[in-house]
């Protein structure tokens, strides 16, 4: 999947948080560089990586260009893995930014969402979490490009072992419930309220649906902002060895040769004006539940309001 970036000046209502998920991927990848005593590799000859020049070469038409960045998270641990369970995406979530760095919408589509338009024309009927499994994570991207309307530059992956080392090596995230949740199926059980999640019940606080899937990929929401703002935070005394650990499912096809222009793009959107949406009935889904087809409980889109509305949020 080649890259594309495009000019052009995107939407947002305003919503001020830390930054932006792409932020969370450059430094990641920056520290998982840096944890091995190495230089990311360039991507031309003359090209500057991180090292102690005061002042590396940025690449223009990435740093002025709209990035959408689609981040999938999977419902694979160490123990689900060994067993041979099958792998599914339960998180999505489409991440863009615009342009001049100053607006940064954050789109999360439930894992039960069916009817998805292919390229080819044709439609996926079952759920949207089988699709990587049946076609790869290249088909799955396209489909999604299809279904949002909206051009993808990329994707990056994580599962859960990976989200909990995460949270560990920034010492925990600070959530804010406005009620208390408890799902004993994930070990969860926490009250209303400000406080500070280990990666375990960070991550259990991403899984849970004990208030639906709308309100999970809410939550997801909320912990991907609080972790890209701890990363980012000088007062993180990030922990490589345990990030190095987790992060062996890290997959993405960004351009590491750009790693200093995306560190660029995170640092400029620092003040940036986030949106985050949920697609949810009645604007975005007309129908949720059982159709007595043997799908079990479905969401089924309004694709149309779908596309219009990531038009008027990202389209340029």
């Not at 360039?42 to 990435?62: D, K, Y």
């Not at 607006?103 to 979490?129: A, C, F, H, Q, Y």
């Not at 590491?256 to 560190?263: E, I, K, N, V, Y």
């Not at 539940?289 to 509305?309: F, S, T």
């Amino acid at each position: 999947m080649s890259l594309q970036f495009r000019r052009g000046r995107g939407n947002a209502r305003p919503f001020t948080a830390a930054l932006i998920v792409l932020l969370v991927i450059a430094a990641i990848l920056l520290f998982l560089w840096l944890g091995r005593g190495e230089q990311p590799p360039p991507a031309r000859p003359s090209a500057a990586v991180p090292s102690a020049s005061p002042s590396p070469t940025l690449n223009a038409e990435l740093l002025h260009a709209r990035l959408t960045v689609l981040v999938i998270g999977t419902d694979v641990n160490q123990s689900r893995a060994a067993a041979g369970a099958p792998v599914n995406t339960d998180s999505l979530m489409l991440a863009s930014i615009n342009a001049d760095q100053s607006e940064v919408t954050l789109v999360g589509l439930p894992r039960d969402t069916t009817d998805i338009p292919l390229p080819d024309g044709g439609r996926w009927d079952r759920k949207v979490n089988a699709i990587e499994r049946e076609k790869g994570v290249e088909a799955f991207v396209a489909a999604m490009s299809q279904l949002f309307g909206v051009p993808i530059d990329g994707y990056v992956q994580v599962d859960m072992d990976g989200l909990s080392a995460l949270v560990d090596a920034v010492q925990g995230l600070e959530v804010n419930p406005d009620k208390p949740l408890a799902d004993p199926k994930v070990s969860l059980d926490i009250p209303a309220g400000r406080q500070t999640l280990d990666g375990p019940h960070a991550l259990a606080y991403s899984r849970t649906r004990i208030d639906t899937d709308y309100g999970r990929a809410a939550r997801q929401q909320e912990v991907v902002l609080a972790l890209v703002a701890k990363l980012v935070s000088r007062e993180t005394d990030v922990d490589v060895a345990s990030l190095l650990a987790g992060l062996e499912s890290l997959k993405t096809n960004l351009p590491l040769g750009d790693l200093p222009t995306l560190l660029e793009i995170g640092h400029r959107a620092q003040s940036a004006d986030v949106t985050r949406q949920v697609l949810k009935p009645p604007q975005f889904i007309t129908f949720e539940g059982d159709r007595g087809d043997g799908r079990g409980y479905i969401l089924e889109p309004d694709i149309k309001a779908i596309r219009v509305y990531m038009q008027q949020q990202v389209g340029d």
